[in-house]
């Protein structure tokens, strides 16, 4: 047991871990609780991606060449690799669930290989916050991952011969614990491309959720009414959605920030939680140094500026 004693606190764990056992209350998962999808990234490596472009230019999944690869399978979308996938369910190559959702890209670099955005990780297991819940996840995962390769070896032309290349040190989790803050950033701010007097960043990545329950639910379509499908949209993120109430000296930047279920995953990825990252680490300082390590004593604008300073798009 130890005591790490400051002035400010910064929760930055993803799991809002250490805001939630300092009493923030906090949402977890969607109306029914269940959080959005996991997955164990990984790369193939030793691929011929000369045929494997020629191979998907020649099956309906276009390429602008072997140098930047994006190709992708989802049960009921029209991808052309469908029946590929088909067929190695029915060969015991791959799981039904193994269908779920595919996707790979070229790596920038790093010729020769391709990194997978995926398994999915058995529905059952979501709570990012579960240490149990996790390392039964990994174990899913890198069994799915063996399936996948075995897959690609088997149907993808330029893969007969890879090999795994990296497999990600953890599970990737897209939602878990999420605070309750100053303010609750929603779907119709995303939609309505909102704006905020403490804006701390811009976004425009896409509603994006990964669901368990089979189906898709996401609202990333190139086209509607809506102002976020304006060319150049964007909506802001304030720093009151890092601020937990109830606590005076703690932020919480990242995928934890207050959000709900839905704006939630427009926020989660990386370059907003860096971008709130440096934000609360400005805050942060400032408090400690100047206001006794109140957070919400620190001058917006002044952040703002500084932030601006240091290229900040705000």
Same mark, same amino acid.
């Given at each position: 047991?130890?005591?790490?004693?400051?002035?400010?606190?910064?929760?930055?764990?993803?799991?809002?871990?250490?805001?939630?056992?300092?009493?923030?209350?906090?949402?977890?998962?969607?109306?029914?609780?269940?959080?959005?999808?996991? !997955?164990?990234?990984? #790369?193939?490596?030793?691929?011929?991606?000369? %045929? +494997?472009? =020629? /191979?998907?230019? &020649?099956?309906?999944? *276009?390429?602008?060449?072997?140098?930047?690869?994006?190709?992708?399978?989802?049960?009921?979308?029209?991808?052309?690799?469908?029946?590929?996938?088909?067929?190695?369910?029915?060969?015991?190559?791959?799981?039904?669930?193994?269908?779920?959702?595919?996707?790979?890209?070229?790596?920038?670099?790093?010729?020769?290989?391709?990194?997978?955005?995926?398994?999915?990780?058995?529905?059952?297991?979501?709570?990012?916050?579960?240490?149990?819940?996790? !390392?039964?996840?990994? #174990?899913?995962?890198?069994?799915?991952?063996? %399936? +996948?390769? =075995? /897959?690609?070896? &088997?149907?993808?032309? *330029?893969?007969?011969?890879?090999?795994?290349?990296?497999?990600?040190?953890?599970?990737?989790?897209?939602?878990?614990?999420?605070?309750?803050?100053?303010?609750?950033?929603?779907?119709?701010?995303?939609?309505?491309?909102?704006?905020?007097?403490?804006?701390?960043?811009?976004?425009?990545?896409?509603?994006?959720?990964?669901?368990?329950?089979?189906?898709?639910?996401?609202?990333?379509?190139?086209?509607?009414?809506?102002?976020?499908?304006?060319?150049?949209?964007?909506?802001?993120?304030?720093?009151?959605?890092?601020?937990?109430?109830?606590?005076?000296?703690?932020?919480?930047? *990242?995928?934890?920030?207050?959000?709900?279920?839905?704006?939630?995953?427009?926020?989660?990825?990386?370059?907003?939680?860096?971008?709130?990252?440096?934000?609360?680490?400005?805050?942060?300082?400032?408090?400690?140094?100047?206001?006794?390590?109140?957070?919400?004593?620190?001058?917006?604008?002044?952040?703002?500026?500084?932030?601006?300073?240091?290229?900040?798009?705000?």
């Amino acid at each position: 047991m130890q005591a790490l004693r400051a002035a400010v606190f910064i929760d930055a764990t993803g799991d809002a871990d250490l805001a939630a056992r300092a009493g923030v209350p906090f949402h977890a998962g969607d109306e029914d609780g269940i959080h959005q999808a996991m !997955s164990l990234r990984f #790369t193939l490596a030793g691929v011929d991606t000369a %045929r +494997l472009c =020629a /191979f998907l230019n &020649a099956n309906g999944q *276009g390429q602008t060449g072997e140098h930047f690869l994006h190709f992708w399978m989802v049960w009921g979308k029209n991808s052309t690799l469908e029946p590929l996938f088909r067929e190695a369910v029915e060969a015991g190559v791959l799981l039904e669930r193994d269908g779920d959702y595919f996707q790979g890209f070229s790596v920038p670099g790093r010729p020769g290989e391709i990194s997978f955005n995926c398994p999915r990780i058995r529905p059952e297991l979501h709570d990012g916050a579960d240490p149990w819940q996790l !390392s039964a996840a990994q #174990t899913d995962g890198r069994e799915a991952i063996d %399936r +996948l390769t =075995a /897959f690609c070896r &088997a149907s993808l032309p *330029g893969c007969e011969n890879a090999f795994i290349g990296v497999v990600a040190p953890m599970v990737g989790v897209r939602e878990s614990r999420r605070i309750v803050g100053e303010y609750t950033l929603t779907l119709t701010d995303i939609l309505d491309c909102a704006r905020f007097p403490d804006v701390i960043c811009r976004n425009h990545y896409p509603v994006d959720i990964h669901s368990v329950k089979g189906g898709a639910r996401l609202l990333h379509e190139r086209d509607g009414t809506a102002p976020y499908f304006a060319k150049d949209a964007y909506h802001e993120i304030p720093f009151r959605a890092i601020v937990p109430v109830g606590i005076s000296n703690l932020l919480v930047p *990242g995928r934890a920030a207050s959000s709900t279920f839905e704006a939630q995953s427009a926020i989660r990825v990386q370059q907003n939680c860096h971008s709130m990252g440096e934000a609360a680490g400005i805050a942060a300082a400032w408090a400690a140094r100047e206001h006794d390590g109140r957070v919400r004593d620190v001058g917006i604008d002044a952040l703002q500026t500084e932030l601006r300073r240091l290229g900040g798009n705000l």
